[in-house]
Protein backbone atom coordinates (compact mmCIF):
# COMPACT_ATOMS: atom_id res chain seq x y z
CA UNK A 1 0.00 0.00 0.00
CA UNK A 2 1.50 3.42 -0.86
CA UNK A 3 0.49 6.53 0.64
CA UNK A 4 0.56 9.74 -1.74
CA UNK A 5 1.84 12.80 0.18
CA UNK A 6 4.77 15.95 -0.47
CA UNK A 7 5.50 14.91 3.23
CA UNK A 8 8.43 17.03 4.81
CA UNK A 9 10.11 14.19 6.90
CA UNK A 10 9.58 14.36 10.61
CA UNK A 11 11.33 11.41 12.63
CA UNK A 12 12.00 13.32 16.08
CA UNK A 13 9.44 13.37 18.99
CA UNK A 14 7.71 16.49 19.72
CA UNK A 15 6.02 18.25 23.27
CA UNK A 16 2.53 19.57 23.49
CA UNK A 17 0.51 20.89 25.95
CA UNK A 18 -3.07 18.88 25.66
CA UNK A 19 -6.34 20.14 26.68
CA UNK A 20 -9.07 17.38 27.31
CA UNK A 21 -12.11 16.56 29.54
CA UNK A 22 -12.34 12.60 30.99
CA UNK A 23 -16.08 11.78 31.44
CA UNK A 24 -18.32 9.37 30.98
CA UNK A 25 -18.13 5.99 32.83
CA UNK A 26 -14.85 6.52 35.04
CA UNK A 27 -16.95 9.05 36.19
CA UNK A 28 -14.23 11.84 36.72
CA UNK A 29 -14.21 15.36 35.06
CA UNK A 30 -10.91 17.26 34.76
CA UNK A 31 -11.40 21.18 33.59
CA UNK A 32 -7.95 22.39 33.22
CA UNK A 33 -7.71 26.45 32.85
CA UNK A 34 -7.86 27.91 29.37
CA UNK A 35 -4.16 29.66 29.58
CA UNK A 36 -2.49 26.31 28.66
CA UNK A 37 0.79 27.55 30.45
CA UNK A 38 -0.85 26.46 33.81
CA UNK A 39 -1.40 22.89 32.30
CA UNK A 40 0.11 19.95 34.46
CA UNK A 41 0.73 16.83 32.48
CA UNK A 42 1.75 14.93 36.05
CA UNK A 43 -1.99 15.51 36.70
CA UNK A 44 -3.26 14.69 33.98
CA UNK A 45 -1.21 11.37 33.78
CA UNK A 46 -2.33 10.37 37.40
CA UNK A 47 -5.78 10.96 36.77
CA UNK A 48 -5.64 8.59 33.63
CA UNK A 49 -3.21 5.96 35.25
CA UNK A 50 -5.94 5.64 38.45
CA UNK A 51 -8.46 4.85 35.75
CA UNK A 52 -6.99 3.42 32.75
CA UNK A 53 -4.20 1.19 31.37
CA UNK A 54 -1.07 2.99 30.87
CA UNK A 55 -0.06 3.00 27.31
CA UNK A 56 3.67 2.16 26.39
CA UNK A 57 5.68 5.16 26.75
CA UNK A 58 6.40 5.00 22.98
CA UNK A 59 2.69 5.07 21.72
CA UNK A 60 1.72 7.95 24.09
CA UNK A 61 4.60 10.34 22.69
CA UNK A 62 3.60 8.91 18.67
CA UNK A 63 -0.09 10.19 19.80
CA UNK A 64 1.50 13.68 20.79
CA UNK A 65 3.79 13.98 17.72
CA UNK A 66 0.52 13.18 15.63
CA UNK A 67 -1.53 15.55 16.96
CA UNK A 68 1.30 18.35 17.13
CA UNK A 69 1.70 18.23 13.50
CA UNK A 70 -1.52 17.96 12.20
CA UNK A 71 -2.49 21.05 14.76
CA UNK A 72 -0.52 23.08 11.96
CA UNK A 73 -3.45 22.00 9.43
CA UNK A 74 -0.87 21.35 6.43
CA UNK A 75 -1.84 18.66 4.79
CA UNK A 76 1.49 17.73 3.33
CA UNK A 77 3.39 17.60 6.74
CA UNK A 78 3.22 14.56 8.76
CA UNK A 79 5.37 13.32 11.68
CA UNK A 80 6.28 9.39 11.24
CA UNK A 81 6.78 7.22 13.64
CA UNK A 82 9.79 5.01 13.50
CA UNK A 83 7.63 2.35 12.36
CA UNK A 84 5.99 4.50 9.66
CA UNK A 85 9.40 5.72 8.80
CA UNK A 86 10.55 2.32 7.31
CA UNK A 87 7.34 1.81 5.80
CA UNK A 88 7.83 4.97 4.12
CA UNK A 89 11.58 5.01 2.77
CA UNK A 90 10.45 1.45 1.35
CA UNK A 91 7.49 2.26 -0.68
CA UNK A 92 9.11 5.48 -2.18
CA UNK A 93 12.21 3.40 -3.34
CA UNK A 94 9.61 1.06 -5.34
CA UNK A 95 9.59 -2.26 -3.56
CA UNK A 96 6.99 -3.22 -1.13
CA UNK A 97 4.15 -5.81 -0.39
CA UNK A 98 0.23 -4.30 -0.47
CA UNK A 99 -2.19 -3.70 -2.95
CA UNK A 100 -0.79 -0.65 -5.01
CA UNK A 101 -2.82 1.70 -4.85
CA UNK A 102 -1.83 5.24 -3.03
CA UNK A 103 -4.45 6.85 -0.81
CA UNK A 104 -4.99 10.01 0.27
CA UNK A 105 -7.29 11.86 3.12
CA UNK A 106 -9.39 14.86 3.39
CA UNK A 107 -12.84 15.83 5.12
CA UNK A 108 -14.80 13.09 3.00
CA UNK A 109 -12.28 10.55 4.55
CA UNK A 110 -9.84 7.77 3.04
CA UNK A 111 -9.70 7.65 -0.69
CA UNK A 112 -8.06 6.61 -3.92
CA UNK A 113 -6.05 8.78 -5.89
CA UNK A 114 -4.15 6.46 -8.10
CA UNK A 115 -3.98 2.49 -8.91
CA UNK A 116 -1.13 1.18 -10.12
CA UNK A 117 -1.48 -1.17 -13.28
CA UNK A 118 -1.09 -4.88 -13.05
CA UNK A 119 -1.72 -4.70 -8.44
CA UNK A 120 -4.05 -6.18 -6.76
CA UNK A 121 -6.27 -2.99 -6.36
CA UNK A 122 -6.58 -2.87 -10.00
CA UNK A 123 -7.68 -6.40 -10.46
CA UNK A 124 -10.12 -5.89 -7.84
CA UNK A 125 -12.09 -2.69 -9.77
CA UNK A 126 -10.82 -0.03 -7.50
CA UNK A 127 -10.69 3.10 -9.19
CA UNK A 128 -9.54 6.53 -7.98
CA UNK A 129 -11.83 8.63 -6.35
CA UNK A 130 -13.46 5.50 -4.41
CA UNK A 131 -13.69 6.01 -0.69
CA UNK A 132 -12.14 2.90 1.70
CA UNK A 133 -14.74 2.74 4.78
CA UNK A 134 -13.30 -0.05 6.31
CA UNK A 135 -10.39 -1.90 6.84
CA UNK A 136 -11.12 -5.88 7.92
CA UNK A 137 -13.69 -4.53 9.54
CA UNK A 138 -12.28 -1.50 11.04
CA UNK A 139 -14.31 1.53 10.46
CA UNK A 140 -11.50 4.40 8.87
CA UNK A 141 -13.23 7.23 10.05
CA UNK A 142 -11.36 9.71 11.07
CA UNK A 143 -8.08 7.94 10.39
CA UNK A 144 -5.40 9.74 8.61
CA UNK A 145 -4.25 8.33 4.97
CA UNK A 146 -0.99 6.71 7.16
CA UNK A 147 -2.89 4.94 9.69
CA UNK A 148 -4.81 3.46 6.73
CA UNK A 149 -1.77 2.56 4.85
CA UNK A 150 -0.46 1.05 8.07
CA UNK A 151 -3.74 -1.41 7.82
CA UNK A 152 -3.70 -2.10 4.45
CA UNK A 153 -0.32 -2.68 3.79
CA UNK A 154 1.15 -6.25 4.89
CA UNK A 155 3.14 -9.94 4.36
CA UNK A 156 2.74 -10.97 0.22
CA UNK A 157 -0.15 -13.88 0.06
CA UNK A 158 -1.91 -12.56 3.07
CA UNK A 159 -5.36 -11.01 2.55
CA UNK A 160 -6.99 -7.49 3.28
CA UNK A 161 -11.01 -7.10 3.10
CA UNK A 162 -11.99 -3.26 2.14
CA UNK A 163 -15.40 -1.78 2.64
CA UNK A 164 -15.40 0.60 -0.61
CA UNK A 165 -17.81 3.15 -1.25
CA UNK A 166 -17.46 4.25 -5.51
CA UNK A 167 -17.86 7.94 -5.93
CA UNK A 168 -18.57 7.09 -9.29
CA UNK A 169 -21.14 4.72 -9.15
CA UNK A 170 -22.55 5.96 -5.67
CA UNK A 171 -22.38 1.95 -4.52
CA UNK A 172 -20.55 -0.17 -1.78
CA UNK A 173 -18.95 -3.06 -1.78
CA UNK A 174 -16.78 -4.77 -0.16
CA UNK A 175 -13.85 -6.71 -1.83
CA UNK A 176 -10.93 -9.09 -0.66
CA UNK A 177 -7.12 -8.46 -1.95
CA UNK A 178 -4.47 -10.52 -1.57
CA UNK A 179 -0.95 -8.81 -1.10
CA UNK A 180 1.68 -8.96 -3.57
CA UNK A 181 5.29 -8.16 -3.93
CA UNK A 182 4.97 -4.72 -5.69
CA UNK A 183 7.70 -2.93 -7.91
CA UNK A 184 7.15 0.55 -9.15
CA UNK A 185 9.39 2.51 -11.30
CA UNK A 186 11.05 5.73 -10.25
CA UNK A 187 11.48 6.80 -13.51
CA UNK A 188 10.20 6.62 -16.97
CA UNK A 189 11.32 8.70 -20.14
CA UNK A 190 10.22 8.69 -23.53
CA UNK A 191 10.50 11.36 -26.09
CA UNK A 192 7.62 13.03 -28.58
CA UNK A 193 7.44 15.65 -31.18
CA UNK A 194 10.88 16.63 -30.21
CA UNK A 195 10.29 16.87 -26.18
CA UNK A 196 11.57 14.55 -24.02
CA UNK A 197 8.83 13.55 -21.13
CA UNK A 198 10.67 12.59 -17.61
CA UNK A 199 8.04 10.81 -15.45
CA UNK A 200 9.67 10.68 -11.92
CA UNK A 201 7.60 8.93 -9.39
CA UNK A 202 9.11 9.05 -6.40
CA UNK A 203 11.71 11.49 -4.45
CA UNK A 204 14.53 9.34 -3.24
CA UNK A 205 18.40 9.35 -2.99
CA UNK A 206 18.61 8.41 -6.31
CA UNK A 207 16.38 10.54 -8.04
CA UNK A 208 18.67 13.55 -8.84
CA UNK A 209 21.43 11.11 -10.63
CA UNK A 210 18.47 9.09 -12.39
CA UNK A 211 16.91 12.22 -14.15
CA UNK A 212 20.86 13.60 -15.06
CA UNK A 213 21.28 10.18 -16.35
CA UNK A 214 18.25 10.21 -18.48
CA UNK A 215 19.13 13.60 -19.69
CA UNK A 216 22.70 12.26 -20.82
CA UNK A 217 21.05 9.39 -22.55
CA UNK A 218 18.84 11.88 -24.63
CA UNK A 219 21.85 14.69 -24.66
CA UNK A 220 21.00 16.31 -28.78
CA UNK A 221 17.45 14.14 -29.27
CA UNK A 222 14.56 17.19 -27.68
CA UNK A 223 14.10 20.43 -27.82
CA UNK A 224 11.84 20.62 -24.80
CA UNK A 225 11.54 19.04 -21.17
CA UNK A 226 8.27 17.80 -19.79
CA UNK A 227 8.92 16.81 -16.47
CA UNK A 228 5.72 14.54 -15.46
CA UNK A 229 5.50 14.45 -11.70
CA UNK A 230 1.81 12.81 -11.91
CA UNK A 231 1.24 9.93 -9.16
CA UNK A 232 4.80 10.73 -7.70
CA UNK A 233 4.12 9.33 -4.49
CA UNK A 234 6.93 12.14 -2.36
CA UNK A 235 9.58 10.97 -0.68
CA UNK A 236 12.45 13.06 1.00
CA UNK A 237 12.47 16.52 1.78
CA UNK A 238 16.17 16.21 0.80
CA UNK A 239 15.68 15.00 -2.74
Not at 59 to 80: C, I, P
Not at 158 to 168: E, K
Request: aromatic share 10%.
Amino acid sequence: MMKKTRSHFLTKYFVFLLVFAIGGTIGYTLRLPQDSSEIKFPEIQKILDTYLQTPAKEKTLDALAHAFVEAYGDKYTQYFSPEETVSFQTMINGDFEGIGAYVEDDTNGIYISWVLPGSPAQQAGLLPGDVIQAVDGETMHAKTANEAVTRIRGLAGTTVVLDIFSTALGTKKQVTLIRRHLEIPIIQDFIKNDTLVIQLFSFNDHSRDDVLEVLKKNDGKYKRIILDLRNNGGGTLQS
